[in-house]
C-alpha cells in the first residue's frame, strides 16, 4: 500500500500521556520515523526506526510498531509538545519511495 | 553540524518554471550515505516528498509530477537543485530540502528552514 493514515487531531491534558498512530500496510515491511513540526517551522525528527529517539530528543518521546501501525507517545506531554506530527516510511522494495502520514495536530489542554 | 538552506524566487508565474537550489554546509553532498530529497508542503497541508538524487546523480521522483520536475546535483559547490516546470496554483507550497540517511530504516536527519513559492500572477 502507498498510504499512511493518522488521525486529523488529537488532544491531550497538560502531564498526561498521549500516543499518536500511523497505519499503513507498508508498515509491515519498513520501519516508521516520526516528526515534529512547529507553526512556521521546518519538522525536526524526533523518533526512527520506529523507536529511537536522536540526540538532544527528551526521554518523553518514544515509538512502537506492530503489525501495520506505527506509534508515537509522548509520555507527560508539556505545552511545547503542541505541533503537527508526521509519520514517514518507505515502500519496502525501495527505500527511496517516501510515504508520509497526513499529519496529526497534536492540542495540549 | 550539517545545515541545509533553499534558495530561489519566491513569486513565479503559472506556466513557468520553479527553480530552487539547496545550498549544504559542515558536509560532503558526496557522501555515499544520504539521498539528498525535496520536500513540499502546500499551505496548511501536509508533506510531500517529490523527488531525491544520489550523488552519482541518480534521481528519483515522484509520478505525481508527470514529468515536469527535474533534480540535479553539484558537487563542486555542495548544491542541489530543483526545476519544475509549467507550474499551476496547486504548485504553490513551502518547500524544503532535506538530507535523508540511507540506511536499514531511512529517515530525513536534516531539514532546511523551507522557502515559501508561490504561483501567482
Known amino acids: 500500500s502507498s498510504e499512511l493514515t493518522q488521525d486529523p487531531a488529537v488532544s491531550v491534558a497538560l502531564g498526561q500521556t498521549v500516543r499518536i498512530t500511523c497505519q499503513g500496510d507498508?508498515?509491515?515491511?519498513?520501519?516508521a520515523s516520526w516528526y515534529q513540526q512547529k507553526p512556521g517551522q521546518a519538522p525536526v525528527l524526533v523518533i526512527y526506526a520506529n523507536n529511537n529517539r536522536p540526540s538532544g530528543i527528551p526521554d518523553r518521546f518514544s515509538g512502537s510498531s506492530s503489525g501495520n501501525t506505527s506509534s508515537l507517545t509522548i509520555t507527560g506531554a508539556q505545552a511545547e509538545d503542541e505541533a503537527d506530527y508526521y509519520c514517514d516510511s518507505r515502500d519496502s522494495s525501495d527505500n527511496r519511495v517516501v510515504l508520509f502520514g497526513g499529519g496529526t495536530k497534536l492540542t495540549v489542554l | 553540524q550539517v545545515q541545509l538552506q533553499e534558495s530561489g524566487p519566491g513569486l513565479v508565474k503559472p506556466s513557468e518554471t520553479l527553480s530552487l537550489t539547496c545550498t549544504v554546509s559542515?558536509?560532503?553532498?558526496?557522501?555515499?550515505?544520504?539521498?539528498w530529497s525535496w520536500i513540499r508542503q502546500p499551505p496548511g497541508k501536509g508533506l510531500e516528498c517529490i523527488g531525491n538524487?544520489?550523488?552519482?546523480?541518480?534521481?528519483k521522483y515522484n509520478p505525481s509530477l508527470k514529468g515536469r520536475l527535474t533534480i540535479s546535483i553539484d558537487t563542486s559547490n555542495n548544491q542541489f537543485s530543483l526545476n519544475l516546470s509549467s507550474v499551476t496554483a496547486a504548485d504553490t507550497a513551502v518547500y524544503y530540502c532535506?538530507?535523508?540517511?540511507?540506511?536499514?530504516?531511512?529517515?530525513?536527519?536534516?531539514w532546511g528552514q523551507g522557502i515559501l513559492v508561490t504561483v501567482s500572477s
Open positions: 507498508g508498515l509491515r515491511g519498513y520501519y
Open positions: 532535506a538530507r535523508d540517511l540511507i540506511y536499514s530504516s531511512s529517515y530525513f536527519d536534516s
Open positions: 538524487i544520489y550523488y552519482s546523480g541518480s534521481t
Open positions: 559542515g558536509g560532503s553532498i558526496s557522501s555515499g550515505s544520504y539521498y
